[in-house]
Every structure is written in C-alpha cells, then in structure tokens.
C-alpha cells in the first residue's frame, strides 16, 4: 500500500503514519471494528485520499480472517474420550484397594492409587523420553494409560517399561494387592 512507512504485506503487517499523519494501527482497528484511537477517525478516513484506500484495503484484507475464523475445525479423533477419561481419573473413584496388616485392613482408594500411578508413569516417562501419559484410570482393580509415545520410540518397550515402573512403585503402598496395568498407546508425538 503506498502511503505507509511499513514493510507492505498483509494488513497487519504496515505499520507508521499515512501522509495526512494518521496511524495505519488506527486504521486497523477502525477496519476490524474495535475502538478507534480518535473518534473522528473514522469521519475523516471517508473523505482523505490516503486513508480511505488504506481502509479499505485494510477491512479487505480482515475479511478474509473473519472468513478463516467461521471455519469450523473438526477435534482431534479421541479427543472426547481422552477429556472423559482426565475427567474420571481427577475425581477419583469410589472403590479401593484393601491391603490386609497385621492388626487390621488398610483401605487405599483408587483416587490414591491413580495418583501414584500417574506420578510414576510421569517419572518414567521424563526419564526415558518414551513420551507422554495422557490419561490414566483405575476401575475395578486395572490401572489404565492412555499413552502417546514420542516418534521413533518402540512402542512396545516404552509400554512394558511403564508397566514395571508403575508395578514397581505401586508395590510400595500396595505390598501384593498390585492391580493390572494396563497400556494402551493413543497417539505418536514429536
């Protein structure tokens, strides 16, 4: 657009004052329906010759990011279940985990034991670059991971490593009342 003191391009893009002084900003925002800087901006940008085109080209050109922006923009596959899935395990379940003492039960609710689980699988998880756990459940007795592994990882072994590291640190609390664990791989990340 000539005129501006800016770097040409897209809208967004120029930048500075017009000739009559006015700031192609101002211009912008003018253009894009938000609050003019000056009031009377938009009075004068109808009848000045550098600021008229400008403001037009400008509304032109935010047109097409208002046309971009009604797109609808499908969600990722499994997105949903992945949300319901943090949803219950956050809440925690109402079962638990009875772990016989001498002397008495310890109870040990599954809200507990998802997280320790979901703390050792973020321990090894950061430790050997496998990838990350992007939801964990336990339901009737089964601790499970949703888990996306990092491109170029082996699947399988990042899968049975998690499992032994989550056994193993669940071992601690649970002495032999361990749950199943299972793995299931959601998603590659970078």
């Given at each position: 657009m000539n005129g501006t003191s800016g770097t040409g391009g897209p809208a967004g893009a120029r930048t500075g004052a017009l000739p009559c002084g006015?700031?192609?900003?101002?211009?912008?925002?003018?253009?894009?329906?938000?609050?003019?800087?000056?009031?009377g901006l938009s009075a004068h940008a109808e009848h000045c010759p550098y600021c008229a085109p400008a403001l037009s080209e400008a509304a032109a050109e935010w047109s097409l990011?208002?046309?971009?922006?009604?797109?609808p923009v499908p969600p990722p596959p499994g997105l949903a279940g992945r949300a319901l899935a943090a949803v219950r395990s956050a809440r925690g379940a109402v079962?638990?985990?009875?772990?016989?003492?001498?002397?008495?039960?310890?109870?040990?609710?599954?809200?507990?034991v998802a997280f320790v689980?979901?703390?050792?699988?973020?321990e090894f998880l950061a430790a050997t670059g496998g990838g990350r756990a992007r939801s964990t459940t336990v339901r009737d007795g089964t601790?499970?991971?949703?888990?996306?592994?990092?491109?170029?990882v082996a699947?399988?072994?990042?899968?049975?490593?998690l499992r032994a590291h989550v056994r193993l640190a669940l071992s601690a609390h649970l002495a032999d009342r361990l749950p199943?664990?299972?793995?299931?791989?959601?998603?590659?990340?970078?």
């Open positions: 006015r700031e192609w900003d101002d211009l912008v925002a003018v253009a894009v329906g938000g609050p003019a800087v000056d009031p990011v208002r046309a971009a922006a009604e797109i079962g638990s985990v009875e772990v016989p003492q001498e002397g008495g039960v310890l109870r040990v609710s599954e809200q507990v689980a979901r703390e050792a699988a973020r601790v499970s991971f949703g888990l996306a592994v990092r491109f170029g699947a399988v072994e990042v899968a049975e490593g199943e664990v299972t793995v299931e791989v959601v998603d590659v990340v970078d």
